[in-house]
């Protein structure tokens, strides 16, 4: 079959090093932009306010979509069924674009109302006008890629995220360019039509793929064993059962950053700040602190990803303990990303402020404080990925619901009170009180008691060990009057290093774990060379 599977890891590995790439590029052009005079901190919060109501709607409209398509295909797929895989995927693309479309209509006609009298940020409504087509692609091609990773197939996924991160990447900066003697808002809206552009062509590649392995796709389907097919209207209803539920987590996600928009821009206006100030105030958060923030993210999201057709998969074929190793070693796994990154962050936020933001440097405290919700929101992605692939697709979205009501509650009290660093502390209430359920809930459904020492307290202490060997590497480089920038590689790069140290020390992974990542016998290997010398 042209559409190939790949096994756990491989798919993991794959939509990783995607992710990586995504954000790198996507880390690229916000740098470039944001060191814009003309743009800088206040066209970030035109850009980044617009960006949240966009991800709001889309997370109604599309994103429980890839896998609520990737969970119900791989339990077809997992007993043979190619044929009803396959009405799946078609159903979803009718009801999925249909809904899209009455979403897209939605944000572009009711932008003004929405940037007035919600956001009371008028300069957001062009933003929103320029993001809205995007929602009928983004729900077409998240269609074709529930299929596809359905089937255990992450590569195209993968390849089609990159390819689109890299098209608005580049549109981005085109189109500040082009419109740099324009309002911030302006420029903005520009930076974000390049969304558009950018989810059209990765709709046309998947499409493409899709049709040039159709063929082999039907032939498949005609070889397959005979089941019983759905009706249409049956599989419609499955899928939209399913895909509230799931996008339930995202939408509260999406709707704790337009909490962020009502309740920080109203609350910094209060503190004493005119609508500019407030504008750039917020800024720092959504357009330097964030995107620092969603880099470990990125990275983790594969396993969330994944996870879901694999355990779906292993509990149709009644294999609860394959599914139950496969979520321990993740959420270990997950640990091991998040832990140093927080760390890092914290200890190098002004290094990397001034490394990264030379023309806007302010907000270094901010990240320092915010970086701890990496821990949490890590976790917790691979946490929600394994409740909804054991069929448990509520729980994730009434986790975030709570930690959501007590940001807005937070939010509306203190940010009148002490301003812009409010919204950084909530952040990692709410992911803190959200992780912390979801976990209990897993481990409750499991009905096993978690390692917690396997799975937390060894990557912890490695985690403290890389910490010391980070303040000790940057405090001995100041006295050899480096600049800046040489100073900040070399001690990440430091960091890195005495970290993969740490944990080969600590013997933090097994071997069968070490064996099971890609490459993973050759690093045994390596590992047993360096161990008899």
Same mark, same amino acid.
């Given at each position: 079959?042209?559409?190939? @599977?790949?096994s756990?890891?491989n798919?993991?590995?794959?939509?990783?090093?995607?992710q990586?790439l995504?954000?790198?590029?996507?880390?690229?052009?916000?740098?470039?932009i944001?060191?814009?005079?003309?743009?800088? !901190? =206040?066209?970030?919060?035109?850009?980044g306010?617009?960006?949240q109501v966009y991800?709001?709607?889309?997370?109604?409209?599309t994103?429980?979509? +890839?896998?609520?398509?990737?969970?119900? #295909?791989?339990?077809?797929?997992a007993?043979?069924?190619k044929?009803?895989?396959?009405?799946?995927?078609r159903? *979803?693309m %009718?009801?999925?674009?249909?809904i899209?479309?009455?979403?897209s209509?939605?944000?572009?006609?009711g932008?003004?109302?929405?940037?007035?009298? $919600?956001? @009371?940020?008028p300069?957001? @409504?062009?933003?929103?006008?320029?993001?809205?087509?995007?929602?009928?692609?983004?729900?077409?091609? *998240?269609?074709?890629?529930?299929?596809?990773?359905?089937?255990?197939?992450?590569m195209?996924?993968s390849?089609?995220?990159?390819l689109?991160?890299?098209i608005?990447?580049?549109?981005?900066?085109?189109?500040?360019v082009?419109?740099?003697d324009s309002?911030p808002?302006?420029?903005?809206?520009?930076?974000?039509?390049a969304?558009?552009?950018a989810a059209?062509?990765?709709f046309i590649?998947?499409l493409?793929?899709y049709?040039?392995?159709?063929?082999d796709? &039907?032939?498949?389907?005609k070889?397959? =064993?005979?089941?019983?097919? !759905?009706?249409?209207?049956?599989?419609?209803?499955?899928?939209?059962?399913?895909?509230?539920?799931?996008?339930l987590?995202s939408? #509260?996600?999406?709707?704790?950053?337009v909490? !962020?928009?009502?309740?920080?821009? !109203?609350?910094?206006?209060?503190?004493?700040y005119?609508i500019?100030?407030?504008?750039?105030?917020?800024?720092?958060?959504?357009?330097?602190?964030d995107?620092?923030?969603?880099v470990?993210?990125?990275?983790?999201?594969?396993?969330?990803?994944?996870?879901?057709?694999?355990?779906?998969? *292993?509990?149709?074929k009644?294999n609860?303990?394959?599914?139950?190793?496969?979520?321990?070693?993740s959420?270990?796994?997950?640990?091991?990303?998040?832990?140093p %990154?927080?760390?890092?962050l914290?200890?190098?936020?002004?290094?990397?402020?001034k490394?990264?933001?030379p023309?806007?440097?302010?907000?270094?405290?901010?990240?320092?404080?915010? %970086? &701890?919700?990496?821990?949490?929101?890590?976790i917790?992605q691979?946490?929600?990925g394994?409740l909804?692939?054991?069929?448990?697709i509520?729980? +994730?979205?009434?986790?975030?619901?709570?930690?959501?009501?007590?940001k807005?509650?937070?939010n509306? $009290?203190?940010?009148?009170i002490?301003?812009?660093?409010?919204p950084?502390?909530?952040?990692?209430?709410?992911?803190?009180?959200? %992780?912390?359920?979801?976990?209990?809930?897993?481990? @409750?459904?499991?009905?096993?008691?978690p390692?917690?020492?396997?799975?937390?307290?060894?990557?912890?202490?490695?985690t403290?060990?890389?910490a010391?060997v980070?303040? &000790?590497?940057?405090?001995m480089?100041?006295?050899?009057?480096?600049s800046?920038? $040489?100073?900040?590689?070399i001690?990440?790069?430091?960091a890195?290093?005495a970290?993969?140290?740490?944990?080969?020390?600590?013997?933090v992974?097994? =071997?069968?774990?070490?064996?099971?990542l890609?490459?993973?016998?050759? $690093?045994c290997?390596v590992?047993?060379?360096?161990?008899?010398?």
């Amino acid at each position: 079959m042209a559409v190939k @599977k790949q096994s756990f890891m491989n798919g993991v590995l794959i939509i990783m090093i995607s992710q990586v790439l995504i954000k790198i590029f996507g880390f690229i052009y916000r740098v470039i932009i944001t060191n814009f005079p003309q743009f800088a !901190d =206040e066209g970030n919060s035109y850009y980044g306010s617009g960006f949240q109501v966009y991800t709001l709607l889309l997370a109604i409209a599309t994103t429980g979509i +890839p896998n609520t398509i990737s969970k119900l #295909v791989s339990e077809k797929m997992a007993i043979g069924d190619k044929r009803g895989a396959h009405k799946i995927f078609r159903t *979803a693309m %009718c009801v999925f674009s249909l809904i899209a479309i009455i979403f897209s209509l939605g944000l572009f006609f009711g932008s003004g109302f929405i940037s007035t009298c $919600i956001l @009371k940020n008028p300069g957001v @409504k062009y933003t929103l006008m320029a993001l809205s087509p995007a929602i009928i692609f983004v729900a077409m091609s *998240a269609v074709l890629r529930g299929y596809f990773v359905g089937m255990q197939n992450m590569m195209e996924y993968s390849k089609a995220q990159v390819l689109e991160q890299i098209i608005n990447s580049i549109f981005s900066v085109i189109f500040v360019v082009m419109l740099l003697d324009s309002s911030p808002e302006i420029m903005a809206a520009g930076s974000t039509l390049a969304t558009t552009v950018a989810a059209s062509s990765a709709f046309i590649y998947l499409l493409i793929y899709y049709n040039k392995n159709k063929k082999d796709i &039907w032939n498949e389907m005609k070889r397959s =064993e005979k089941f019983a097919l !759905d009706s249409t209207k049956k599989i419609a209803k499955k899928l939209i059962s399913y895909a509230i539920p799931i996008s339930l987590g995202s939408v #509260v996600v999406a709707l704790s950053g337009v909490i !962020d928009l009502v309740t920080v821009m !109203d609350g910094l206006q209060k503190f004493g700040y005119d609508i500019v100030t407030a504008n750039e105030k917020f800024g720092i958060l959504l357009g330097k602190v964030d995107i620092l923030n969603a880099v470990p993210l990125s990275i983790n999201v594969a396993f969330s990803v994944a996870l879901v057709p694999f355990i779906s998969a *292993a509990i149709a074929k009644k294999n609860k303990k394959e599914a139950i190793n496969k979520i321990n070693y993740s959420l270990k796994i997950s640990a091991l990303i998040a832990l140093p %990154c927080a760390v890092g962050l914290c200890i190098l936020a002004a290094p990397i402020f001034k490394l990264l933001f030379p023309n806007a440097p302010e907000g270094a405290p901010l990240l320092q404080i915010q %970086c &701890w919700m990496i821990i949490f929101s890590v976790i917790a992605q691979t946490l929600y990925g394994s409740l909804q692939g054991l069929g448990k697709i509520y729980v +994730p979205g009434v986790c975030l619901a709570v930690g959501a009501i007590v940001k807005y509650i937070l939010n509306v $009290i203190f940010v009148p009170i002490y301003g812009e660093v409010v919204p950084a502390v909530t952040t990692v209430i709410y992911n803190f009180i959200a %992780c912390s359920l979801a976990f209990f809930c897993l481990f @409750k459904v499991l009905r096993k008691k978690p390692n917690l020492k396997e799975l937390f307290l060894k990557p912890i202490i490695a985690t403290i060990a890389m910490a010391f060997v980070t303040i &000790w590497v940057s405090k001995m480089l100041v006295y050899i009057n480096l600049s800046n920038t $040489i100073n900040t590689v070399i001690t990440i790069l430091s960091a890195i290093i005495a970290y993969m140290i740490f944990i080969v020390m600590f013997r933090v992974l097994k =071997e069968d774990e070490i064996r099971q990542l890609p490459y993973g016998n050759k $690093i045994c290997k390596v590992l047993n060379k360096v161990k008899k010398i």
